[in-house]
């Protein structure tokens, strides 16, 4: 089974960005991809944009155009997502998730980052 | 878009219960339908997939159905471990998924 390993916690003002780290244990990165979705506090899933384990193409949210950027880095089997221009109402916690092929639902998810935007 | 809409948002229910979730698409996914449970805390855990199909490890008293737009999560006899909350997912639009808005099962 293919564990996600995220990154920590994070606080930050509103306006600033925050970057979180998925690491992939099998240390090779699926030809599938890595997912991002959110939480927010009491809230449902939503699903925010995907990075492509073949040629790091990424399709995301059109709510989110403009202010996120998913990369990954093949070498260390790490997916990143930046957000941008954080406002109060992205304070959510964060999952990395990995599916089996490519039209497949997630398998695999990652234990969360919660992030908490605050003034 | 594809719009999942989930019903009901909340249920109450006792330990040996038949519970029954329910999975409208905006349009035809195809059986490309996953359910997931959550518990507080966690992340989701993927129970079932392709409609019917249960994920390696999952109890059998999970089932699904449907076809379409219209599908179905079903638990015969609630187990203690089960009270949590219940998303369903479209994958037909891989790679943009879309989750329906969530069932909590209490007691």
């Known amino acids: 089974q293919v564990q996600l390993l995220q990154s920590g916690a994070e606080v930050k003002k509103p306006g600033a960005s925050v970057n979180i780290s998925c690491k992939v244990s099998?240390?090779?990165?699926?030809?599938?991809?890595v997912s991002w979705v959110r939480q927010a506090p009491g809230q449902g899933l939503e699903w925010l944009g995907w990075?492509?384990?073949?040629?790091?193409?990424?399709n995301y949210a059109q709510k989110l155009q403009g202010r996120v950027s998913m990369t990954k880095d093949t070498s260390t089997a790490t997916a990143y997502m930046a957000l941008r221009s954080l406002q109060s109402d992205d304070t959510a916690v964060y999952y990395c998730?990995?599916?089996?092929?490519?039209?497949?639902?997630?398998?695999?998810w990652g234990q969360g980052t919660l992030v908490i935007v605050s003034s | 878009d594809i719009q999942m809409t989930q019903s009901p948002s909340s249920l109450s229910a006792s330990v040996g219960d038949r519970v029954i979730i329910t999975c409208r698409a905006s349009?035809?996914?195809?059986?490309?339908l996953a359910w997931f449970q959550q518990r507080p805390g966690k992340a989701p855990r993927l129970l079932l997939y392709?409609?019917?199909r249960v994920e390696s490890g999952v109890p059998s008293r999970f089932s699904g159905s449907g076809s379409g737009t219209a599908y179905t999560l079903t638990i015969s006899g609630l187990q203690p471990e089960d009270f949590a909350t219940y998303y369903c997912?479209?994958?037909?639009?891989?790679?943009?998924?879309?989750f329906g808005q969530g069932t909590k099962v209490d007691i």
């Open positions: 998730a990995s599916t089996k092929d490519s039209y497949s639902p997630p398998g695999n």
């Open positions: 099998s240390h090779a990165f699926p030809i599938s991809g």
């Open positions: 990075v492509s384990g073949y040629d790091a193409g990424t």
């Open positions: 349009q035809d996914i195809v059986n490309s």
């Open positions: 392709a409609a019917s």
């Open positions: 997912q479209q994958y037909y639009s891989s790679p943009s998924w879309t």
